[in-house]
T-cell receptor, first 110, second 112 residues
Framework: SQQGEEDPQALSIQEGENATMNCSYK?????LQWYRQNSGRGLVHLIL???NEREKHSGRLRVTLDTSKKSSSLLITASRAADTASYFC??????????WGAGTKLIIKP | IAGITQAPTSQILAAGRRMTLRCTQD?????MYWYRQDLGLGLRLIHY???????GKGEVPDGYSVSRANTDDFPLTLASAVPSQTSVYFC???????????FGQGTRLTVV
């Protein structure tokens, strides 16, 4: 069964704006990961945040994790057309299995 | 170029036929996975292997089988395909069965 649920399901913004996507999960986790999938392609790992971390940065990406609320957010700053893709969160459980959400489809309008 | 290679890229298959999806990685990762991706459902784990010689069932294993004879290869077999197995199939690997997963480009399978 799916653990992660992304919100919103779809997001359309203007180039240059910030994009925020959220992920909620149900059980305890080792870490939470965010991936990007361009249309018709495989998934690419973006960032991993461990359960004892609260915030992590990578370039224009900022991820937060609130284990008390069982939620995470992915912020993409200064969006570009190339950021158009689907974004998935995946939680690693105590058995080291990744459990995936249904994804957020992000469209960056030029 | 290091990574995961899947074959074929796409396939149309008659119901009842047997089909093997191939997956090869050259990163010497211990763990490998097969997922299916259906619209609106994200990725669902079919089977996994934590190391060569071992396999395990994921969330949706029925109708599929796998083998892991060596570190590099992890084929997925549909013994008798049914239309509900129409999906995009992704193979993935990770170094020690935890952390970052690396994905192949996917196989788009249509069962008619």
């Amino acid at each position: 069964s799916q653990q992660g649920e992304e919100d919103p399901q779809a997001l359309s913004i203007q180039e240059g704006e910030n994009a925020t996507m959220n992920c909620s999960y149900k059980t305890s986790i080792n870490n939470l990961q965010w991936y990007r999938q361009n249309s018709g392609r495989g998934l690419v790992h973006l960032i991993l945040i461990r359960s004892n971390e609260r915030e992590k940065h990578s370039g224009r990406l900022r991820v937060t994790l609130d284990t008390s609320k069982k939620s995470s957010s992915l912020l993409i700053t200064a969006s570009r057309a190339a950021d158009t893709a689907s974004y998935f969160c995946a939680t690693e459980d105590s058995n080291y299995q990744l459990i995936w959400g249904a994804g957020t489809k992000l469209i960056i309008k030029p | 170029i290091a990574g995961i290679t899947q074959a074929p890229t796409s396939q149309i298959l008659a119901a009842g036929r047997r089909m093997t999806l191939r997956c090869t990685q050259d990163m010497r990762h211990n763990a490998m996975y097969w997922y299916r991706q259906d619209l609106g459902l994200g990725l669902r784990l079919i089977h996994y292997s934590n190391t060569a010689g071992t396999t395990g069932k994921g969330e949706v294993p029925d109708g599929y089988s796998v083998s892991r004879a060596n570190t590099d290869d992890f084929p997925l077999t549909l013994a008798s395909a049914v239309p509900s197995q129409t999906s995009v199939y992704f193979c993935a690997s990770s170094r020690e069965g935890r952390g970052e997963a690396f994905f192949g480009q996917g196989t788009r399978l249509t069962v008619v």
